[in-house]
């Protein structure tokens, strides 16, 4: 599978995806300099969300459109004022995907209606990512995988059950590249709720490319998710959490994201295959075995005891497995202290 330029699946390094979301503070400018950021630091995509607060809920602040959870980021506020404050203007699409073409990394979008794709179509995105809390939305998912576009999908709260049911859409529609992200959909999450074993089994069960959309602090999970088959990683990214933007309690910064991409790619090119036995690059280390050496001079005829033979480093005698086979053998010849042990000076 490729989106835009780039290989996806298990013979390529990690896609990273730097997710912007709300974190540009309603600033054009901080939401390019975001876009610069995440180049520097080597990621291979810029996402974004493309909604306005009108098609994502009603403009209420009562009974379930007001957040009252005290332990939400977001306490407090209606769900309308929320998606007012963290929505990305539709006329700034242009020039922040046109920013990330310059510097050579991908930009796509989560759209969350129809006329969140028509928008994203018109501006040719290479590929769509449906959010968790949409993953249940098939007349969406319908619409999205019509474009024949890769496809991502983020699996937070989906049982297998629902899950099936969004790829059996999918691919009926015309999806044909899919990728599902592992997702724990709670801001931040902890790892002891990540479940990441739940990767190399949704692969099996999906067949499909599978990665891990991680909203935990650090990038343990994210790197440890790649031992397990993670083709693709996203994270949100911010300049700085002092920023404040809605979801910058739980982005990375610059710092960070630059280190999930090397790391990333080192635990992904470690990963290589069953092997037993010296490597390539090992062999010039097998001098350093330890193996039988004399250890003291002798002479022609005596006999080999713990007194006169040493297992030592470097490896270039018998191994030491034969020494109980020579002690007490003769020698053939005059031999000096340091000397490795060979079966042609044993008479």
Known sequence: MKIGNREIGSNSEPFIIAEMS???????????????????????????????????????????????DPNSLWAGQSLYKLYGEAYTPWEWHKSIFDRAHELGIIAFSTPFDDTAVDLLENLDVPCYKIASFENTDLPLIRRVAATGKPLIISTGMASIAELDETVRTAREAGCRDLILLKCTSTYPANASDTNILTIPHMRELFGCEVGLSDHTMGIGVAIASVALGATVIEKHFTIS???????????????????????????????????????????????????????????????????????????????????????????????????????????
């Open 22 to 68: 709300g974190n540009h503070n309603q600033s054009l400018a901080h939401a390019i300099e975001i876009v610069d950021a995440a180049a520097r630091c080597g990621a291979h995509a810029l996402k974004i969300q493309t909604y306005t607060p009108d098609t994502m809920t009603l403009d209420l602040d009562e009974g379930e459109f007001h957040i009252a």
């Open 241 to 347: 959490r002092a920023d404040g933007g809605v979801d910058s309690a739980f982005s990375m910064e610059p710092s960070e994201m630059k280190q999930l991409v090397e790391e990333s790619e080192r635990a992904w090119r470690a990963l290589g295959a069953v092997s037993y036995g010296a490597s390539e690059t090992e062999k010039k280390s097998m001098v350093y075995r330890r193996s039988l050496y004399i250890s003291q001079d002798i002479k022609a005829g005596e006999k080999l005891t713990l007194n006169n033979v040493r297992v030592i480093r470097p490896g270039l005698g018998l191994p030491t497995k034969y020494l109980d086979v020579v002690l007490g053998k003769k020698l053939n010849r005059n031999v000096k202290r340091g000397t490795p042990i060979n079966w042609n000076l044993i008479e």
